[in-house]
């Protein structure tokens, strides 16, 4: 497995790359520099220019991609234009909130989405299955943002059963990491459990009606067991890939969750630094927020290996 | 049109139409419907829920929720057309070019837009609403663009699909400018998955134009938006816990109207021209069922017992399956009985039931599919017919063993063949890990796999067509049956590989004494290894009898026509090409015999009324067949 995860790495580089041309590109659409961005209105061409040079955007703009990104790589994307603070400092401190929010939401997801999938497929056409139907169609149409408003306002204002706000990081105390993630992880994740559920169900259905299922009874062996270690582990290779999808929806969704509860993430720098065009901060969010989601398929094109042997010699 | 009728018909489209509707109706007309002024401020009544004269309530400025929740239909209606507006300009163009030129155009811009793609949506649009700046319409531009990128896939794909089509090849070779073909004949072609994908767009964009709003990047302040609400309601909700309800139910059902839209016109598109009438249909499909199942109830003996030396004793065994006019009996009334080591051949075209008949005696019908209760299956002793599952499957795990046709579909493809074979041993058997694998390189040397110890650990996709077999063969032998049930077990494999395997099986049921349900539709093979055949056609058996003398002197037209047939059997098809005619299906209602459409010897009393299987002078045959009844009395 180690190999295929060394060459599925090499092979996200392109990728990376070609993002990284588009963050960069993005500083280059706006009207004006970035110098008059700092200096304000009312600042003096002389003033611009001089800025400008300081910061090397007189520069040829190949030049300027190399010094950016070779900054980027090394984890430098220069410093914010309204605090001045070191961007990768902004990103260390609050990247791994919204990662927390973001797992949190994934982890959500996949349980209701597996579980709710799988028993909707066993009761295929029955009230069970119709009530699952109707519920998933309701979760793709709930906007996350008020699912937590509400969850917020009734379990953790009217009835204290969670904390409605706040973060506390894992290596503080796992417990109450935890216990902060779930509300978030829960609005966040019902939108893309509904997406897991409806492909589990189609994919499980499928497979039981495959003639190795029907082989797998002729051995003697329990619905439950035919089910569960012969039929899930083929029903899931579709639901991966829609997995993979959901990872990157979970990840812009939870730049919104957690501004809801609260929570010392991405989100409300980002909003902050977008509203003021700071963006050194922009870049970087993107940047990152495309190599979590880059690295997170590459992860779940290798795991495509642990479910379909036939990819593995491939 | 037609598809328009269709989805206005069904509830499920029906409904969401109503209700973009009345939103499109807010949009429009907001004064009308409104009760107040959306943005007038009102200090004497604040935070106020729901009452007479404020439906909804009131905001913490005492200004009426539900005349700014109509209020907001209008931004959200136009956020959610300039978005898609935008998201079509830009990528149908794209899509058709890239799709139409192809190369390097091709390869390039798909590039960007994966890397795009890659990215979450709402971290792009919030890059794209840094450069623009806030504000509704930016907001949609950046929407709008994202939007653009799916528009440019969905194009692009249907456009390589439909340009190797012969029409388009045809236009373009008669000199038709490259324009007019992308007009004329890719649009119209392109309509209805677009469509769709616009409908579902709007759900998705009313979601991201809300999101953006909620974090304030959209409409500016005092005018409402569904999302803005949201977000003050936050604020507020302590003292008026009614307060995100609205905007949020409105969000919601908008969208939740848009997706059962699109999903709608997507089954209606899917099901084509003239599909989707089910109603009359279904009416009709009853009053089939109903005189197909009554006139189709086998007129066998049914005081018949099942024979008590045998130890598979088959007693009018009826299997019903769904058709598209109801449920119809694909197996009417069989007989079968099997003594211990014995081979019985089960022999017929596609269609004949030989197929259902053995997986109703393994209890493996598909879903839908059921027993008669009337039937009897005796094995062992015991009664199958009726059995929980789970009795079901100890029946199977220690006396039944089934190989089936395709052995490579049969095996499952994500786990080892080593962790398929143990399986059964492990459960039936309670061998430990150890002993379950000893045992399993016992059994498939046994069954001619080379270096067994070493294959269990690959996966079925690693074995051949004939290897794969000789696993299913072994899997069916771990549970020490006395009943091999082998489903045209050499059919899927090539000329050679079926010799060597039709040979393992006969020498495994000699050696370890099983008896064996052999069922074919090659009659050479019948000849070669079975000891009984049963010759069923549609559905029933028509002649039954030593292989020998049914070979020498078949007796039933069918059986000789069968005969006659063999040399000239096609061996890719599962059909006989010297018999005209086809096997009547499960549904069809014949009176007489049912063979009699394409019998030679037909004459009118076959048609007249049902034909029994009559016992032959030899004593251990039977027909069904008229003629054959005739010379029995004649004899008598």
């Known amino acids: 497995m180690a190999p295929t995860l060394a060459f599925r790495l090499v092979a996200a580089v392109p990728l990376v790359f070609l993002v990284s041309l588009l963050a960069f590109g993005l500083v280059h659409l706006i009207p004006g520099s970035a110098s008059e961005t700092i200096l304000g209105e009312g600042a003096t061409p002389e003033a611009v220019a001089e800025l400008d040079a300081e910061l090397g955007l007189d520069r040829p ?26 961007v990768s400092d902004t990103l260390v401190e609050r990247f791994p909130v919204t990662i927390s929010v973001a797992s949190g939401g994934l982890v959500v997801s996949l349980l209701i989405g597996v579980v709710g999938g799988t028993v909707a497929a066993l009761r295929q056409g029955r009230l069970t299955d119709r009530l699952i139907s109707l519920l998933t169609a309701t979760g793709l149409a709930v906007p996350n943002f008020w699912v937590a408003v509400l969850l917020a306002f009734y379990f953790g204002v009217q009835r204290d059963w969670f904390p409605a706000i706040g973060y506390v990081g894992p290596t503080e105390s796992l417990t109450q990491w935890i216990y902060h993630l779930i509300l978030p992880s829960l609005a966040l994740g019902l939108g893309s459990a509904a997406v897991i559920a409806r492909q589990m169900r189609g994919g499980l259905l499928d497979v039981l009606d495959r003639p190795y299922v029907r082989a797998a009874r002729a051995k003697g062996l329990r619905y439950r067991r035919v089910v569960i270690v012969h039929a899930m582990k083929n029903a899931f290779i579709p639901v991966i890939t829609v997995v993979g999808f959901q990872a990157s929806v979970m990840l812009g969704g939870a730049v919104l969750v957690e501004q809801i509860f609260g929570m010392p993430g991405i ?20 940047m ?27 | 049109m037609a598809v328009l009728r269709r989805v206005v018909t069904r509830p499920s489209g029906t409904i969401p139409l109503i209700w973009l509707a009345v939103v499109g109706f807010c949009a429009l007309f907001p004064t009308v419907v409104a009760t107040h002024d959306p943005n007038a401020a009102d200090f004497a009544s604040l935070l106020e829920g729901p009452s007479g004269a404020h439906y909804f309530g009131t905001d913490e400025l005492g200004r009426d929720t539900f005349s700014r929740v109509v209020d907001a239909a209008r931004p959200a209606a136009l956020a959610g057309l300039q978005a898609v507006s935008i998201s ?4 149908l163009p794209i899509g058709l070019f890239v799709g139409y030129a192809g190369g390097w155009w091709d390869r390039i811009v798909m590039r960007v837009v994966d890397a795009i793609f890659s990215l979450p949506g709402l971290i792009l649009a919030f890059a794209i609403v840094a450069i623009l700046g806030p504000g509704l319409t930016n ?25 190797e089509e012969p029409f388009i090849e045809a236009a373009r070779l008669s000199g038709a400018p490259t324009t007019t073909v992308l007009g004329r004949y890719l649009l119209p072609n392109m309509m209805g998955p677009l469509i769709v994908q616009t409908t579902i767009s709007f759900a998705a964009v009313l979601i991201i134009e809300a999101a953006l709003s909620f974090l304030g990047l959209g409409v500016q302040q005092p005018d409402a938006t569904w999302g803005s609400m949201l977000r003050d309601a936050r604020s507020f909700q302590r003292d008026n816990p009614w307060i995100p309800w609205p905007p949020g139910l409105a969000i919601t059902l908008t969208v939740l109207a848009f997706n059962t839209l699109g999903d709608t016109l997507r089954d209606v598109l899917a099901a084509g021209p003239g599909g989707g009438s089910k109603a009359p249909r279904r009416g009709v499909a009853l009053g089939l069922a109903d005189g197909a199942t009554t006139a189709a109830r086998p007129a066998v003996d049914d005081t018949a017992d099942p024979d008590p030396e045998a130890l598979l004793s088959v007693r009018n065994l009826s299997v019903i399956v769904p058709t598209s006019t109801g449920p119809a009996p694909a197996v009417r009334g069989l007989d079968v009985d099997l003594r211990p080591g014995e081979i019985v051949g089960l022999v017929g075209e596609s269609g004949s039931g030989k197929t259902v008949s053995a997986l109703a005696v393994a209890g493996l019908l598909p879903r839908g599919v059921t027993i008669d209760p009337g039937s009897r299956i005796h094995f062992d002793g015991q009664q199958l017919v009726g059995l929980t599952e789970a ?32 399986e059964p041993l492990r459960i039936h058997h309670g061998l430990s890990r150890a002993a379950a694998t ?27 067509g004939g290897m794969a077999q000789r696993v299913m063969i072994a899997m069916a032998l771990a549970s020490e049956p006395s009943l091999i049930i082998a489903d045209e077990p050499t059919t899927a494999l090539d000329v050679t590989t079926q010799r060597q395997v039709l040979e393992l099986l006969v020498e495994l049921c000699d050696d370890l004494s099983m008896a064996m349900l052999f069922i074919t539709h090659d009659l050479g093979v019948v000849a070669e290894i079975c000891d009984r055949a049963v010759v069923m056609y549609a559905g029933q058996a028509v002649e039954t009898g030593d292989v020998h003398e049914l070979f020498a002197t078949p007796d039933h037209p069918y059986s000789r026509a069968l005969l006659a047939s063999v040399p000239l059997l096609d061996d890719d098809e599962d059909r006989l090409v010297t018999i005209p005619g086809r096997v009547p299906g499960p549904g069809e209602q014949i009176v007489g015999c049912r063979f009699a459409s394409r019998c030679e010897q037909a004459h009118d009393a076959c048609a007249a009324g ?21 010379a029995v009395e004649d004899g008598a």
Not at chain 1, 267 to 286: E, F, I, K, S, Y
Not at chain 1, 289 to 305: E, F, G, K, P, Q
Not at chain 2, 149 to 163: A, D, K, N, Q
């Open chain 1, 61 to 86: 703009l190949i030049e300027q991609y190399w010094n950016w990104a070779s900054g980027a790589v090394r984890g430098d994307f220069g410093r914010s234009l309204v605090t001045s603070r070191e």
């Open chain 1, 267 to 286: 989100g409300v720098q980002v909003v902050g630094a977008v509203l003021a065009q700071d963006l050194p901060l922009v870049q970087g969010v993107v």
């Open chain 1, 288 to 314: 990152v927020s495309a190599v979590a989601v880059i690295l997170m398929n590459t992860l779940i094109d290798v795991s495509y290996a642990y479910f379909d042997p036939r990819v593995r010699l491939s």
């Open chain 2, 88 to 91: 079509l300009i830009l990528g």
């Open chain 2, 139 to 163: 907001a949609m531009y950046s929407v709008g663009f994202l939007f653009s990128l799916r528009v440019i896939r969905l194009v692009r794909g249907m456009v390589l699909s439909v340009r």
């Open chain 2, 391 to 422: 009795r079901m499957a100890q029946v199977r795990g220690t006396g039944i063993g089934m190989i089936f046709q395709d052995p490579t579909a049969s095996l499952n493809p994500a786990l080892t063949v080593g962790y398929q074979l143990a």
């Open chain 2, 438 to 464: 000893d045992r399993s390189v016992e059994l498939l040397d046994r069954v001619g796999v080379a270096n067994p110890r070493e294959r269990l650990r690959d996966y079925p996709h690693q074995f051949s």
């Open chain 2, 610 to 630: 049902p034909v029994d299987l009559v016992t032959l002078a030899g004593g251990d045959r039977s027909s069904r067949c008229l003629l054959s009844a005739a």
